[in-house]
């Protein structure tokens, strides 16, 4: 007890309760500071709960996609909203999306920062930021010219050949296909021979050891506590840091970092090396242009944990979007036969005119290309773009502050009934050069728009187009008995069908 003297009057006060209701006094405090930032600019949006923001209830039972839509009717295209404790403006309108993502580039460069350094892949392109992230991309952007992708469209013919092969057996035994594992399996193939230079077959060698730990690559947990624990309070994040955690395994890091090297060592003692990833990334500096500052990077190539890192990138990266837009597209395509047959017939018109199926013969296909477009208009590989503010900005009235997030909701641009009508029919025509040209330029952005867009767009629709060729030319897609009609999209933030997409592969005639 200690004694306290007012006006006269001794008191005695125990500083146990005193300290107590401090405690808990600032920590209301800390909890519900940030919430007051968007009603004091008047920006509507929805209430958010102390230390977790809104999280709760984007993530309390719904799919995050539907909340979001709820929230663009109560509240408009551009609201604010709260992750944990970070404000956040939700953004749906394509004007405003091209304010943040083309014309103020220089003030939202980069993407959300990690809470947590997301070791090893922090050294790739997609992680980097600011003169990283600048340095990377002059780096390896000559990796993805047409001369480039030009000379690696062989290795995704064979990889083609190879899913052919497994499809050709399914058939013959009249099964049903879950065209995850075959599409996967196809991506997975791609990504081992471009970006590691490792031939496979991954559909029938599940236990080659790169299959293995590229599997537990794809599988690792994104919802892993400790990285949950973190987006509420950062200083979980820092500790994880100063402890070099990782969501991936040290034996699963090792086997990449091991095997990059090896192939690095191959490669630079091969007179004529194979033409992949891994060849143009150890030679991207010596050909690097488009950079007012080229001089100063032009000796300063990639190190090995670099190109391992984007290795790992381009995996994950290509491995989810070539195998959900293949999925999407396949389903679409059973179920739209007229569609399918219009496809069919240019495929073998153009491939009859080049005598096989080379880079210039899958670009002479438009209506192929008008296919695939809306099939990633109407499932997009990500469902949201989010970018960070660096410097404060004022965008249409509003005022954003530096170290607020920016999230464009790519499905609601893409299914908004005033840019698309009829959003939810499949209609390649969307896509002539007439359409597009009616629509504004960030009604699309499966692949982003601006500086900061996806690196490997090119590569990952040069993929989707080899396998969609090769397997036309043999095989028509139809639904059975499985086949779920409408999908079902699960509840996470990644689109997939709930009950996956079970489809037929019929022998043409």
Request: with cysteine; hydrophobic share 40%.
């Amino acid at each position: 007890m200690m004694k306290l003297n007012v006006v006269g009057f001794e008191w005695l006060i125990s500083p146990t309760p005193c300290l107590a209701t401090l405690v808990v006094f600032l920590g209301y405090i800390w909890a519900n500071w940030p919430y007051s930032h968007w009603k004091e600019l008047g920006v509507p949006g929805p209430s958010p709960s102390p230390v977790v923001g809104n999280f709760l209830q984007i993530f309390g039972g719904g799919s995050p996609r539907l909340v979001h839509q709820e929230w663009i009717k109560k509240y408009g295209k551009v609201f604010g909203m709260y992750s944990g404790r970070t404000p956040t403006l939700d953004v749906s309108d394509p004007d405003f999306a091209k304010q943040v993502l083309i014309d103020n580039f220089n003030q939202f460069r980069n993407r959300k920062k990690p809470t947590v350094t997301q070791r090893p892949l922090d050294k790739g392109i997609k992680l980097s930021r600011n003169e990283n992230w600048r340095h990377a991309r002059n780096l390896l952007s000559p990796t993805f010219t047409s001369e480039k992708l030009k000379e690696m469209v062989p290795l995704l013919n064979k990889c083609a050949e190879t899913m052919v092969k497994n499809c050709s057996k399914l058939c013959e035994s009249n099964q049903a296909i879950e065209v995850k594992g075959i599409f996967g399996a196809y991506a997975m193939d791609c990504i081992a021979s471009c970006a590691f230079g490792v031939e496979i077959d991954s559909l029938n060698d599940p236990n080659n050891e790169f299959v293995r730990n590229a599997k537990m690559v794809l599988t690792f947990s994104k919802m892993d506590p400790w990285l949950f624990m973190s987006l509420f309070f950062p200083f979980v994040g820092r500790m994880l840091d100063i402890f070099n955690y990782s969501v991936f395994s040290r034996k699963v890091t090792n086997f990449f970092f091991n095997e990059t090297a090896k192939i690095i060592d191959v490669r630079k003692k091969e007179e004529r090396p194979r033409k992949d990833f891994v060849h143009f990334m150890l030679n991207a500096h010596k050909t690097s242009s488009g950079d007012s500052d080229k001089e100063k990077y032009r000796y300063h190539g990639m190190a090995n944990d670099e190109i391992t890192a984007n290795s790992l990138t381009f995996f994950l990266e290509s491995y989810d979007t070539i195998s959900t837009c293949l999925g999407f597209t396949s389903y679409l395509l059973a179920t739209n036969s007229e569609v399918q047959q219009k496809l069919i017939q240019q495929i073998d018109k153009v491939v009859a005119m080049h005598g096989r199926v080379t880079y210039d013969a899958l670009n002479d296909m438009p209506y192929l290309d008008m296919v695939i477009s809306e099939s990633l208009r109407m499932y997009p590989p990500a469902v949201f773009l989010e970018r960070e503010c660096e410097k404060d900005v004022i965008i249409k009235d509003i005022p954003i502050h530096k170290g607020i997030g920016v999230t464009i909701n790519v499905w609601a641009i893409q299914h908004d009934s005033e840019i698309y009508p009829e959003p939810d029919k499949f209609i390649p025509e969307r896509f002539t050069a007439e359409q597009k040209s009616k629509r504004p330029s960030c009604s699309f952005l499966a692949f982003g728009v601006g500086p900061r867009s996806c690196i490997g767009m090119q590569f990952a629709l040069a993929e989707c187009k080899m396998a969609l060729v090769q397997i036309l030319k043999r095989f028509t897609f139809e639904t059975c008995g499985q086949t779920e009609i409408p999908l079902v999209l699960g509840k996470m933030v990644e689109l997939a069908p709930s009950m996956g997409i079970t489809l037929k592969f019929k022998k043409r005639q």
